[in-house]
């Protein structure tokens, strides 16, 4: 059998690919112009006080968000700088790199703040073109670890993970093992959004790849002798996907679409999915009981950051930096109303001066896969395609 896609394969690659070879002569030295949000020095060097006044003579800024949690901020940022109007965009990442690649090329209207993920495209293929430019904010120097500083700064860091409906499973995830996945009894039961339509998806199967080894070594744990690859199979990575992908995977277009499908109340046998922790804090409002299987062997997921940056065309630079500061959050113990969007369980602090929020896994204890953005994009166009061949 093979994977019921519920959406047609959304195919951005290409369209990503050919845009940023436009852009690539458009970008290269970009930073070097004279041009609105160029001269990073001067900006950069502003005291807050400045920073301010700069920004409120700008009188704007607009934001692309790949969160809908920006509109929360935007209207904290109002109330604390009531004389600079911020215009808030909530666009997917895969939806916005593409956006500002192509608006840079263009030398078209942008945003003046990316707030974006899919790490392995932003570090690889947007700051090597120039796309965006990195702020860390001074008094976040010493909070910040180096590396959320660097090459943009995070904001905090997101996941995508194995979940399950804990009101049909009080004692805990049903599985152990994410080979239990590919068995008889979640045949059509398991659920995602198409990783070859969202880039953070596409990262969670990629890394599934890179750690073939821990695949390997997890499928030996579970079905108590060693894992055959079939013929054009490379690792054990592939071969889960494979695997995954014939036992009737459901393929879906938005991580709001899992979270229904597997957190809603009421359900004698609900499926599986992999979604993002931190949707958990709305189990309330949506009638949901979503839980991490945070135990699964080798791994329930990747965790990734979230990170911010000013466009390298941006028309108000000192209210970009300024947004970005204010994002970052307060002195308080959680960061304060700037920062309450993103200061819930599920969702992890880059800052080292703030506690992981309650009612989640402490961090040291969340077996999550770290990503390396890098590494990634290495091989994620080998992964798009492979999973083509097996949808």
Known sequence: MSARAAIPVLTATLPLVLVLSACSSAGAGAADTDGPGHDTQHYDAMSHEELVAAAEEEGEVVVYSFTSRIATVAEEFRKEYPGIAITEHDIPSSEQ?????????????????????????????????????????????????????????????????????????????????????????????????????????????????????????????????????????????????????????????????????????????????????????????????????????????IIFPAMLGVTADAQNPAAARLLIDFMMGDDSADGGPAYAPFYVPGDYPARSDLQDPEGALPREEFAAWPIDPEESAAVRGEVADFLLTIQ
Do not use: C
Request: proline share 7%.
């Open 97 to 301: 790199i593409e956006r500002l690649a192509s608006e840079h090329a263009a030398g078209a209207s942008t945003a003046d703040v990316a707030y974006v993920s899919d790490a392995p495209v932003v570090v690889t293929q947007l700051i090597e073109e120039g796309v965006l430019l990195p702020y860390v904010p001074p008094r976040m120097d010493d909070v910040l670890p180096e590396e959320h500083k660097e090459p943009l700064v995070t904001n905090r860091l997101s996941t995508k993970v194995l979940m399950y409906n804990e009101e049909a499973h009080p004692d805990g995830a049903p599985v152990e093992n994410l080979w239990e996945l590919t068995s008889g009894a979640w045949e059509g039961r398991v659920v995602m959004v198409d990783p070859n339509g969202r880039g953070d998806y596409l990262d969670m199967v990629t890394e599934m790849v890179l750690r073939a080894d821990e695949m390997d070594a997890a499928y030996q744990e579970w079905a108590g002798e060693p894992l055959q690859l079939d013929d054009g199979v490379e690792n054990a990575g592939y071969q889960f996907l494979a695997d995954l992908y014939a036992n009737d995977v459901i393929l879906v277009d938005s991580t709001d679409a899992v979270n229904e499908a597997v957190g809603a109340t009421g359900q004698d046998n609900p499926p599986l999915g992999f979604t993002t922790y931190s949707d958990r804090r709305d189990n309330e409002d949506e009638g949901w009981a979503l839980q991490v299987a945070g135990e699964v062997a080798p791994a329930p997921g």
